[in-house]
């Protein structure tokens, strides 16, 4: 049987395996499955080597991996069957976690695997939210009030109050990304809503920057995948459209900007590693 190719992340997992206490499964699936989508078509020996070690490992990790897993598989043509019907097994269990509640348990860096691997819905409508609208919702997070945040948030995404709530007081962030991803929000305006929205967040200029640079790799499909997955976790009592919030709303007071040069609207500098709150 052929080995799979030598990869330094290979090296430094079997590296791990030595350690008691690590568990290295979930992490070994994934790269096992990065090196094996890398290539267009495999040998027999290769599929049957990597059909003995995947499926074995897909039994002993978690519902987040799998799901990072099942992405990158999904569109990939070379997938082998026994693969494809271990998965699917596994989804199927009544234990199956609600795919909503997944993303809100996993960490951050399983948050960004399960984003970026997401399949693209690309039969999800977009959300065709104003200039004024947008500005609106920065402004009540640059005015630190997250309540009318929130509001304003829920009816744009047509989500149920409590998921608007949880994203908004996410101390993590990347579900605020998604739901700015998926408003098409400017990514200038999105590090200012970062900063000043949660102080969870904003005290960190560092995650600011990884945030940020979630946003630049999260593609506009792949969020309203995830909106999908949201919207589908809960009953909503009330429906809104974008064109309520703009009649709600048209009479209420104007907030006013921040003070700080760089987060002036209009000449907004992106932040970067390194700078200051």
């Given at each position: 049987m052929s080995k799979l190719p030598a990869d330094p992340r290979l090296d430094g997992l079997f590296d791990l395996a030595m350690r008691d206490g690590v568990d290295i499964r979930p992490t070994l699936l994934r790269v096992l499955t990065d090196l094996y989508v890398q290539k267009p078509f495999h040998t027999r020996e290769e599929e049957t080597q990597y059909v003995e070690l995947?499926?074995?490992l897909i039994d002993a990790v978690d519902s987040a991996t799998?799901?990072?897993v099942a992405a990158r598989l999904r569109d990939y043509p070379a997938t082998p069957e026994a693969v494809r019907r271990k998965l699917s097994a596994r989804d199927s269990a009544p234990a199956r976690e609600d795919l909503c509640e997944l993303f809100f348990s996993a960490s951050a860096e399983e948050r960004r695997l399960i984003l970026i691997n997401l399949v693209p819905d690309r039969t999800a409508r977009p959300l065709?939210?104003?200039?004024e609208t947008l500005a609106r919702l920065e402004a009540s997070a640059l005015q630190r009030n997250p309540s009318e945040f929130t509001r304003i948030l829920r009816a744009l995404l047509n989500i149920a109050p409590q998921l608007a709530l949880r994203i908004v007081q996410d101390a993590s962030?990347?579900?605020?990304?998604v739901a700015c991803k998926s408003l098409g929000m400017a990514p200038a305006a999105l590090q200012r809503i970062l900063l000043f929205l949660n102080p969870a967040i904003g005290h960190s200029v560092d995650r600011v920057y990884q945030l940020a640079q979630l946003f630049d790799e999260l593609s506009p499909?792949?969020?309203?995948?995830m909106l999908s997955i949201?919207?589908?976790?809960?009953?909503?009592k009330r429906s809104y459209t974008p064109a309520n919030i703009d009649d709600e709303t048209r009479?209420?007071?104007?907030f006013a900007s921040p003070s700080p040069r760089r987060m002036s609207r209009g000449g907004?500098?992106?932040l970067r590693k390194g700078d200051r709150a």
């Open positions: 995947a499926t074995g799998l799901a990072v065709h939210v104003s200039p962030g990347e579900p605020l990304v499909e792949a969020a309203a995948h949201w919207r589908g976790s809960a009953p909503r009479s209420a007071r104007s907004a500098t992106p």
